[in-house]
């Protein structure tokens, strides 16, 4: 990035004026975010806004390097735009996303599919890519699976046990929620947001908050950010340990996965313990945190995460001694650095890629400007990197929230919140347990939100899957599929 | 004992005998986890449960697909009823009842890949075709392992095979059969007899279609395989034909309980292969057969050599054999004295 960007700059969690944000007729617009791409940045979200019977575009990128975010906006328009995709593949979601939900058409789009839903709000069932021959087979799993998780379809083009390439179908669990999150904040509107993804409602909740609060011109009260960050590490500990626990039990190793069942419950119940919600139910709202955490509490937070925190770490150890599971783990599902950033890939599957992206670090919020973390990296790429990564943030986030309860702030924990001021737009990104959360807000004249935007990061991610399957043993899937966990809901919204 | 009641004691030990294994590997397993586990009696409750249920067949599948299941359980009860049990031998015993064992495996597995590749399929294929992959170096390790038991003894009938211990290879023989106990029953590290994951299964995917009672033919079948490569390796390894009666039941019921336990610390303290790597255990198992075939063939022609010409090879057949009957009272006698 230099000074010549031609998006306007915010920070993470900040809010500015609709009428500020520089606009460009479409096919204009998309070379200024091509070139926005090409200077160091990265497509958070990209999404339309309707405007009577036209479309405006609208843009985020991040530098992550610079710790600033950029905002553009199209002109409206109607009909089509030269896609993006073509040069920047990290873009082919979101455009296939705009071209189902508003029609217009992104020119030379590689693979002009839909994205969740089909005409009659049903799932996808559009034609999959196809390799023909004699040697070829087609397998196709799902949306019913045989264990219990969300649905979702996946078709395989095999050569033998090879996979030659892998085709994912969602929009299985497609409830609507952006739609419902428009003309809000209604009194549902919390709710909506922490069920995206169940198992990310602190994330979600946290980024929606910011939001809200960057709107409304306020600033959640300290001790309540120092809350969210703790809870916000709680989620991931618990996820992280519940992801080591499956990947040991996908290649059958049993002490990992036995063990960790039971430390992810000992995380979700501090989490419990912290507002009496296992997975963080209404403790983060708009204005700051539900409860607060008193002394004793805390006391008994600190004394049972660090029981935990060591179960963990020896089941982890148990895991990484097995040469048995190191032998699958290692050189399986790899994903480059390259594909990684052309992909745009976000989160624990980026940083097993080399990619040094967090939006803690990179895009500080909240409790994140005044306490740090280290970025867990790894350079592999493969299903050792991604859970080496997991093993790495857990200590990480175990530290940082033992470091946190030692060194409490004092104060109030909630603040009132004014109504959201008119034609104002925010970023807010989180990083979640499984990635950056993006959510972009913008309200009408009234001050309601007219545009709810919300990247799940498992909408980065998903294609990162299919890139890591190729070449790959079908029988490797489900640890793969595993290694990257992610999100069914958040991404069908 | 009435012959009779022999055949039916033969009969109760691999019928309601077969489904505690499973039940005692699932326990060890628990018991390595920390887990309460499964009750040791869970297959008996499945099976109970399964016949009772009806059958939901797809319109697509033939009729072998309910006959696959039921002919590759005929086929290995009566591949059990041909395995000696210690000194009581074995039911059905004759010359080249070795060979007619072999292929009665495999005329088990050749049922059960074709009712799962009848229903048409891709995971049922693709598991067909994983079992018949791996059956292919496991079989080798099989006929190696009988080979060896054959030239030990000079018998091609599993009941005067079994009765000596394997010789000079016996343990070399014992751990390559227990890398095909492992294979054949889809065990880990082959297999993963807890996995929902239809893509990496290959024993379980098979068996998707099967609903009911031919599910339940299924299960039964599987575990009287596990119990029949368990008693197989046991008495390869150890000369339990020639023990008395009591004793030799005892150390029988003793070592299978061994081989389970040992199947269920496996399982609990290693990680599945990746399915490229498991020719690569297979050939490993086979290698270590074919030692043991090789040392006894060692030790035979040498101690050909010694005894020279005063015992023409043709007569050490029934020479073995008169020795394996006459070594009971000639080791109770040890006993007495």
Redesign the interface.
Known sequence: MNASSHFVLLNNGQGLPWADIPEWPAEEFVHTAAAEIERGGRLCAWFGLPEGTALRLVAVVAYDADNALAVGRSQPFAGGYPSLTVSHPQAHLFEREVWEQHGVMPENHPWLKPVRQSAGAAPVNAPCFRVEGGEIHEVAVGPVHAGIIEPGHFRFQCQGETVLHLEIALGYQHRGIEQALAGGPHRATLSQIETVAGDTTIGHATAHATVIEALAGVEAPLRAQWLRAIALELERLANHAGDLGALANDVAFQPTAAACGKIRGDFLNLTALLCGNRFGRGLVRPGGCGWDLEPDRSRQLAERLRAAMAEVGRAADWLWDANSVLARFEGTGVVSAEQAAELGLVGPAARASGLVRDVRFDHPAGWHRFAQMPVAVWPDGDVQGRAQVRRLEIQRSGAFVEEQLDSPVDGPWLTEMPACAPNMLAVALVEGWRGEICHVVLTDDAGRLRRYKVVDPSFHNWTGLALALRGQAISDFPLCNKSFNLSYCGFDL | MSHGLDVLARLAFWLVLAPLVPGIINKV?AW????RGPPLFQLYFDLAKLWRKGVVLSTAVSPGHVAGPAIAWVALMSAALLLPLGPAGAILSFRGDALLFVYLLALARFCTAGAALDTGS??E??GAAREVSYAILSEAAVITALLTLAVQTGSLSLGAMLAPAAGPGAAVLAAGLFVVLLAENCR??FD?P???????MVHEVMVLDHSGPPLAVILHGASVKLLLFATLLVQAALPLGQWPAGPAAGLLVISLLGVAVGVGLV???????????VPLLLTTAFILCLFALLTSWKASTSSEARQGAMNPAECRCSGTRAAHSAALPGESGGKRA
Do not use: I
């Open positions: 397993k390595v986890a920390g887990r891709a995971f294929g693709m880990v590290p993963d807890n996995t929902h994951l239809e893509l990496t399982e609990s303290l290693l990680a599945r292969l990746a399915f490229q790597r």
